[in-house]
């Protein structure tokens, strides 16, 4: 079973950048799509990104196209999220998840881990 584990949040200034990673420490990671999910402060969870099980797709919120960028490694059953020019609105809890691509956007089927604060001062 795919367990995830997410690290590399941090304090940043707006138009830093934070590598985000998440790692199985279960079994499977090849053969699940990947997602990031975050909460913003006082906000419902939302999609951010995804990448299919061979890196052949990936998929963006409107709101981090161009600037994030997620990607895997299936020999290390870790995912990433590159985050560059980050703004005071990604402030946010992130997570990552496993489940179905549904169009461009992930419908997760993992359970929520603890996730990795992300804060970007202004």
């Known amino acids: 079973q795919v367990k995830l584990v997410e690290s590399g949040g941090g304090l940043v200034q707006t138009g830093g950048s934070l590598r985000l990673s998440c790692a199985d420490s279960?079994?499977?990671?090849?053969?699940?799509?990947v997602g990031w999910f975050r909460r913003p402060p006082g906000k419902e969870r939302e999609f951010v990104a995804s990448i299919t099980y061979n890196s052949d797709a990936t998929y963006y919120a409107n709101s981090v196209k161009g600037r994030f960028t997620i990607s895997r490694d299936n020999r290390k059953n870790t995912g990433y999220l590159q985050m560059n020019n980050l703004l005071t609105d990604d402030t946010a809890v992130y997570y990552c998840?496993?489940?179905?691509?549904?169009?461009?956007?992930?419908?997760?089927?993992?359970?929520w881990g603890q996730g990795t604060q992300v804060t970007v001062s202004s």
């Open positions: 998840n496993y489940g179905l691509q549904t169009g461009t956007t992930l419908v997760p089927v993992g359970a």
């Open positions: 279960g079994r499977g990671f090849s053969n699940v799509v």
